[in-house]
């Protein structure tokens, strides 16, 4: 089997998705995962839910819209 990973980088951000098990996760990139988190997704590609901090930082959410997931507004 492939691997699935999706990974992505921000100014400020990077991380990786991997759809096949409906799970992500983001750094960081001078705090590392002390301002990161988790990432879970549906089938669907939706993101259902997060943690690690306290409000998704907006380049996070764009950067998982760029790379087809869909995020609702509750998350912004």
């Known amino acids: 089997m492939a691997d699935r990973t999706m990974r992505f980088q921000t100014k400020n951000y990077y991380g990786e ?3 096949d098990k ?3 996760w983001f750094d960081h990139e001078e705090y590392g995962d002390e301002c990161g988190g988790s990432l879970w997704f549906d089938n669907n590609m939706n993101l259902t ?6 409000e998704l930082p907006k ?3 764009q950067a998982i819209r760029d790379l087809g997931f869909y995020v609702g507004e509750e998350f912004e």
């Open 49 to 54: 839910d997060y943690d690690g901090v306290i």
């Open 17 to 19: 998705i991997a759809p």
């Open 59 to 61: 380049e996070v959410i």
């Open 22 to 24: 409906c799970r992500g």
